[in-house]
């Protein structure tokens, strides 16, 4: 999957990769009720609402009126995060991701997004 990964752009990993991800990921966001705006900057980017209601996920292009939490990355330093190759640690360091909003839903949701 990673040689996938690779081969596809932010805006086709978000709209192909992140749905399918997430499906498979209900355990992790059992009991998890948010609404996470990501925001891709760059060539490749766009925004993105991600709702997560109880383990179950959905993504959907576009801009909502209500975030708890919102992420905002280069559309490379994202693919760089959700393939390992970025912590999340060391993109808050070197000042490559935006959050906004619930601090404490970011860092919960990490594992939830490294694919």
Not at 8 to 27: D, G, H, I, K, T
Not at 50 to 66: C, L, M, N, P, R
């Amino acid at each position: 999957m990673a040689q996938e990964q690779a081969s596809l752009s932010p805006r086709e990993f978000v709209n192909q990769v992140l749905p399918a991800a997430l499906s498979m990921m209900s355990a992790k966001t059992k009991g998890l009720h948010a609404a996470l705006g990501l925001h891709l900057l760059g060539e490749g980017g766009g925004n993105w609402t991600v709702k997560i209601h109880d383990g179950s996920a959905s993504v959907e292009e576009g801009v909502t009126d209500y975030w708890d939490c919102a992420l905002s990355v280069h559309a490379e330093d994202y693919l760089a995060l959700v393939s390992g190759r970025m912590t999340p640690y060391e993109a808050v360091a070197r000042g490559r991701i935006g959050i906004s909003g619930h601090l404490g839903l970011a860092a919960k949701l990490r594992s939830v997004f490294r694919i």
